[in-house]
Each structure stands twice: as C-alpha cells, then as structure tokens.
C-alpha cells in the first residue's frame, strides 16, 4: 500500500511494486514463463515509483504511477475531481483496475467512494462486483470509509440492495460474503447455495425462480450451448462439478455427476 513518497521510492529500489502483484497480460504466467514475469514484473515497479514522470492526473491512475500520483496530491490535486473524458473519479479508474492498493491509498486520503460516473451513474462498488474485484470490494465494504452507511440511503443501480443483487446474480459468491457481512444480513438469510453443479464445457447454467414473487426461491437448469433448439433440463449433465459451500462463499468439489 502507498503511503508515502519514500516508501514507494525504496520499492523501486528493490524491484518490486509496493501495492499488489502485477497483473500479466495473457498469455504470461509465472509458471509458463518466469523470465517474461520477471522482465514485467521490473518493469511495473519502476512505472509505480517514476519520479520525473509529467503525467496528468488520470494518466498517472490508469498507469499505476503511485510516486507520480502522491507529487500531484501533495501539490494540491483534487481526489473527487471527474475526468472530463469518461466522466470517472480516480478511485473508480483504480477500482475498475483492480488496484486495490491505490483503492485503498485514495480511501486512506478522502477521496469519496459515493461519487458515481457521469452520465451512467455507475457507482465504485457496482464495477468492483460486476469485475469481481474482491479486494476491492473488500475495501469499499470497510465500515471506516462509511461507504455502507452512505449508499443504504441511495436508491436505483448505486443503492446497496442493487449491489447485493448484483454479486448474487454474478454468482460472486465469495463477493456475496463480503456485502452481506458488511450489510448485517443474517446469515441464515444468506444467498449463497449450499451448492452448485457446475456444467462441463460446452453447456451453461442459469436459475429460474421456482414461484412467483421478488424473493423466490431460484432453481439451475442447463442446456448445451453450441446446438441449435437445444432442450433445457434441471438435471446437471454428466461430467459437472458437484461443488459444497464451506464457508464465506468458498466452495470446493465434492463430486464429479456421473462418475
């Protein structure tokens, strides 16, 4: 996490970034090509700690130029201010990044996780879950930003009840764990599944509430995604993963159908 400029200067030093891991373009992975991850993995700890970098504002964000970032704060910039561009704030451009180190440097410094783009009105949490940014989510959920406290008092697509069902409808289950904590739902009253049977390649998986009103309960049906008029059925397909709910919207495999 960025605190200060000497912190994020001594990062540089020792080639490595001072928020989170870098993120690999495909196809890198460390595993498939260390050397490739390694050569990325520099060059992103020197771009976060470029002290002669002239980017503006919003330039410095999406490029992840931390030192660049703090020189401008410290020389007064505005934390809320809108890009004229795409109508974001800078803690919405890190969030859509899944930065959360900066998510959380720009929370630790004010900037207002409330403030929705313009002209969507697309709020700071609801492209962390549609993203599924979890640490993010995890930061905007903190009770000491006060985020919650603010958006139960907001209606439409930014209120909390819209993000709710957002992480539930993406099946974001472990995302569902962290709004539901911090909204202080039961867990009785819990949306995750006790669990899911995940349908092998070539098949897809939707629910259907099983009566009607606002809060039915929802049932999976499945049917294969490549073949035309294909028939629908609730029965899982050979081959899915039986996955069990163990805890905080972690699930793991119990069993495969079929075999």
């Not at 929370?107 to 993203?131: H, M, R, Y």
């Not at 669990?195 to 009607?212: L, N, Q, R, S």
């Not at 069990?244 to 495969?256: A, T």
Request: negative net charge; glycine residues 6%.
């Amino acid at each position: 996490t960025i605190h200060s400029l000497e912190k994020a200067e001594w990062s540089a030093s020792v080639s490595k970034p001072s928020t989170m891991p870098v993120k690999m373009p495909y196809p890198y992975k460390p595993e498939d090509d260390p050397e490739m991850f390694r050569r990325l993995n520099k060059r992103d700890a020197i771009r976060r700690a470029k002290k002669n970098s002239t980017s503006t504002w919003f330039e410095a964000v999406e490029r992840h130029e931390e030192v660049r970032m703090m020189q401008l704060y410290e020389a007064g910039q505005d934390l809320d201010e809108l890009d004229t561009k795409t109508g974001s704030t800078a803690l919405y451009i890190a969030t859509r990044n899944d930065e959360p180190g900066i998510v959380q440097w720009l929370l630790e410094n004010g900037a207002n996780p409330a403030i929705p783009t313009e002209p969507d009105k697309v709020s700071c949490a609801w492209i962390a879950i549609s993203k599924g940014c979890k640490e993010c989510v995890k930061l905007l959920c903190d009770p000491k930003y006060k985020f919650v406290e603010q958006v139960r008092d907001l209606e439409g697509d930014d209120g909390a009840q819209s993000m709710y069902k957002l992480a539930v409808m993406r099946r974001r289950y472990e995302i569902v764990h962290i709004v539901e904590e911090a909204l202080g739902i039961d867990p009785k009253d819990s949306k995750i599944p006790q669990f899911i049977d995940e349908p092998p390649k070539g098949w897809a998986m939707e629910y259907v509430p099983t009566e009607i009103g606002p809060d039915a309960p929802m049932k999976p049906f499945f049917w294969e995604t490549f073949k035309s008029k294909a028939p629908c059925q609730y029965h899982p397909p050979p081959g899915s993963k039986h996955l069990v709910h163990k805890g905080k919207g972690i699930f793991e495999v119990e069993y495969i159908v079929g075999e």
